[in-house]
């Protein structure tokens, strides 16, 4: 199957600082790529859905101004998590889609990134 | 909400075979049943779909009830490497939003 990648795997920060996360589609192209979060114990929860070229669509309740998403390229979708607070820490993965008609018919994960805010 | 249900957690003896149900019983005729699969801090990992027909590959076999509202994810010779959470998804297409539900927590004993 294809391969989606994110960066970093992990990162530390502290409160009040802005960490991005990058995913990348490495062999195929993807024009839309999905956000999720997920919290210890609990499944993944989508926060947003990204098409290239175009703005992200947010689920309710998640802040489109905290939670930056930019899909400038069919390979690439980047989430900003701006002024980042300690409830922010939180595993967030990303998925990613071929357009319709392509080789694959499946939505292929990341492996995830673990954000810890201090 | 998730349109699936799944029994909170399960297990099976190493080298058995896993059935996994699901029922969706709110499906409609063009949804697909996709079924995935999440490792301890790892990103979900697709294991298969289907529509109508029962599927098979080289991970699983799904089973999909003739009226559609229930399937089966059979894992036919479990390793203590399918301990994982388990998702099964009705969606449109692979593109899709997945909205996932709790899962199915896998065990599987020595």
């Known amino acids: 199957g294809a391969v989606v990648s994110q960066h970093p795997s992990r990162v530390i920060c502290k409160s009040g600082t802005s960490v991005k996360i990058e995913c990348r589609s490495l062999d195929f192209q993807a024009t839309t790529m999905f956000w999720y979060r997920q919290f210890p114990k609990q499944s993944l929860m989508l926060m947003a859905t990204?098409?290239?070229?175009?703005?992200?669509?947010?689920e309710q309740g998640v802040e489109k101004d905290k939670f930056l998403i930019n899909h400038a390229s069919l390979t690439l979708s980047t989430l900003t998590v701006t002024s980042a607070h300690p409830e922010d820490s939180s595993f967030y993965i990303c998925?990613?889609?071929?357009?319709?008609?392509?080789?694959?018919?499946?939505?292929?994960f990341g492996p995830g990134t673990r954000l810890t805010v201090l | 909400d998730a349109k699936t249900t799944q029994p909170p957690s399960m297990d099976c003896a190493e080298g058995r075979a896993a059935n996994l149900p699901c029922n969706h019983s709110?499906?409609?005729?063009?949804?697909?049943v996709y079924w995935y699969r999440q490792i301890h801090s790892q990103g979900p990992q697709y294991i298969i779909h289907?529509?109508?027909n029962n599927e098979t590959n080289e991970m699983a076999s799904l089973i999909i009830t003739e009226d559609r509202k229930s399937s089966t994810l059979i894992l036919p010779h479990a390793t203590l490497r399918d301990t994982a959470v388990y998702y099964c998804i009705v969606i449109y297409s692979s593109a899709s939003k997945i909205i996932f539900g709790s899962g199915t927590r896998l065990s599987i004993r020595p």
């Open positions: 709110t499906i409609s005729g063009n949804e697909y």
């Open positions: 998925s990613a889609v071929e357009p319709p008609g392509q080789t694959y018919n499946e939505q292929f």
């Open positions: 289907g529509l109508k």
């Open positions: 990204s098409n290239e070229g175009s703005k992200a669509t947010y």
